[in-house]
């Protein structure tokens, strides 16, 4: 079986921080999106797999995942031009695939509970043309959507509908065989003007066999700058806690907390995990880090008190206040004065500087 990641769009709903760089790559407790979708899916037995690109920035992509060899996969990159939707997505994937059968992974999706490698062991491509796992969400506007019928079984897929008849949402990772292209070349646009995946999903289901199934398993579409602030910390909560880089014996370090290789804790810093702190970061004195707090690679923290906050690579913060439910771009700059009972909660871009001011 292979495998067909969707890295194209432009990642409105992320920006600032799609101004810089393409969604997929951003940072989940220091990891790109699309690594984990690609180490998701060696794990479930698949190293052929095609990158269809899109969007802004698709050679940055291909800069940071290059020929797979690094996580023991081979990887095509597909070029899909100008994006007419996740249906014409996989259209472009048509040639690499072949006569195989392959799971469809959205980009910009995490799994855990080995779902995927479920749904590859159970997806019978003599038996089944497309294979769906649902899940219960919290808003079903926001994704395809299950309509069951007295049975439980499915009637019909609706993409983002606004009186979404259940909240039971097929999740980013699908099985197909080719039959889908036959059923993406009849489409018409939607209104939204795209090819829509739902809509094949839909006929796939109506006219021929499917595989489907519940899921209470982890699965994040890390769409939102709020998703974004979730999943770092959902991940964070959950990582094997170690320190590799050096503590001073006048640090204070409490709870679940991983110091990468490099990284110092100077004195007179508290850090309450669970924390992550990124290669050669420096949290300088008078800092209190924590809890649910990731910071990349290559940052200098003085002085603030950081919660729930996700600080990407090469950040400079100096600020003498609580920063909180933050999202701070790559390379970006904050400093001045505030009294230390002020809590802001800030969304910087990348490459920004900011200076506070009382």
């Given at each position: 079986m292979k495998?067909?990641?969707?890295?194209?769009?432009?990642?409105?709903?992320?920006?600032?921080?799609?101004?810089?760089?393409?969604?997929?790559?951003?940072?989940?407790?220091?990891k790109?999106?699309?690594?984990?979708?690609?180490?998701?899916?060696?794990?479930?037995?698949?190293?052929?797999?095609?990158?269809?690109?899109?969007?802004?920035?698709?050679?940055?992509?291909?800069?940071?995942?290059?020929?797979?060899?690094?996580?023991?996969?081979?990887?095509?990159?597909?070029?899909?031009?100008?994006?007419?939707?996740?249906?014409?997505?996989?259209?472009?994937a048509?040639?690499?695939?072949?006569?195989?059968?392959?799971?469809?992974?959205?980009?910009?999706?995490?799994?855990?509970?080995?779902?995927?490698?479920?749904?590859?062991?159970?997806?019978?491509?003599?038996?089944?043309?497309?294979?769906?796992?649902l899940?219960?969400?919290?808003?079903?506007?926001r994704?395809?959507?299950?309509?069951?019928?007295?049975?439980?079984?499915?009637?019909?897929?609706?993409?983002?509908?606004?009186?979404?008849?259940?909240?039971?949402?097929?999740?980013?990772?699908?099985?197909y065989?080719?039959?889908?292209?036959?059923?993406?070349?009849?489409?018409?646009?939607?209104?939204?003007?795209?090819?829509?995946?739902?809509?094949?999903?839909?006929?796939?289901i109506?006219?021929?066999?499917?595989?489907?199934?519940?899921?209470?398993?982890?699965?994040?579409?890390?769409?939102?700058?709020?998703?974004?602030?979730?999943?770092?910390?959902?991940?964070?909560?959950?990582?094997?806690?170690?320190?590799?880089?050096?503590?001073?014996?006048?640090?204070?370090?409490?709870?679940?907390?991983?110091?990468?290789?490099?990284?110092?804790?100077?004195a007179?810093?508290?850090?309450?995990?669970?924390?992550?702190?990124?290669?050669?970061?420096?949290?300088?004195?008078?800092?209190?880090?924590?809890?649910?707090?990731?910071?990349?690679?290559?940052c200098?923290?003085?002085?603030?008190?950081?919660?729930?906050?996700?600080?990407?690579?090469?950040?400079?913060?100096?600020?003498?206040?609580?920063?909180?439910?933050?999202?701070?771009?790559?390379?970006s700059?904050?400093?001045?004065?505030?009294?230390?009972?002020?809590?802001?909660?800030?969304?910087?871009?990348?490459?920004?500087?900011?200076?506070?001011?009382?």
């Open positions: 495998a067909v990641i969707l890295a194209g769009g432009s990642g409105t709903r992320l920006r600032p921080f799609t101004n810089a760089t393409q969604k997929q790559l951003l940072p989940v407790v220091n790109p999106v699309l690594e984990y979708v690609i180490e998701d899916l060696k794990q479930a037995g698949i190293d052929d797999i095609g990158v269809v690109l899109g969007g802004d920035f698709p050679e940055k992509v291909r800069e940071q995942i290059g020929d797979g060899s690094e996580y023991d996969v081979s990887v095509t990159y597909i070029h899909q031009g100008d994006p007419r939707g996740l249906a014409d997505a996989v259209r472009c048509k040639e690499f695939v072949g006569d195989s059968p392959f799971v469809v992974y959205f980009g910009d999706t995490i799994t855990g509970e080995n779902i995927t490698a479920e749904l590859v062991r159970e997806f019978d491509p003599n038996e089944h043309e497309v294979g769906i796992i899940k219960s969400v919290d808003d079903p506007t994704f395809g959507i299950a309509d069951l019928d007295g049975e439980g079984e499915i009637r019909r897929i609706l993409e983002k509908p606004d009186d979404p008849p259940t909240n039971s949402a097929y999740i980013g990772v699908q099985a065989t080719p039959a889908v292209f036959d059923i993406i070349e009849d489409l018409e646009p939607s209104d939204r003007g795209e090819l829509e995946l739902t809509h094949a999903i839909d006929t796939l109506s006219e021929y066999e499917a595989y489907w199934t519940e899921t209470t398993g982890v699965w994040m579409d890390v769409g939102t700058v709020d998703d974004l602030r979730k999943a770092n910390r959902h991940f964070v909560e959950s990582m094997v806690p170690e320190i590799e880089g050096d503590v001073s014996d006048r640090a204070e370090i409490t709870g679940r907390v991983r110091l990468a290789e490099g990284a110092t804790v100077e007179g810093t508290e850090i309450r995990g669970p924390v992550y702190i990124g290669e050669d970061t420096s949290i300088r004195s008078d800092a209190r880090i924590g809890p649910y707090v990731t910071i990349g690679n290559q200098t923290i003085r002085n603030a008190d950081i919660r729930s906050t996700v600080i990407m690579d090469g950040v400079k913060t100096e600020v003498d206040c609580t920063l909180e439910e933050s999202v701070i771009g790559p390379r700059s904050l400093s001045g004065n505030r009294d230390q009972a002020t809590c802001l909660n800030l969304t910087v871009g990348a490459d920004s500087s900011i200076t506070l001011s009382d």
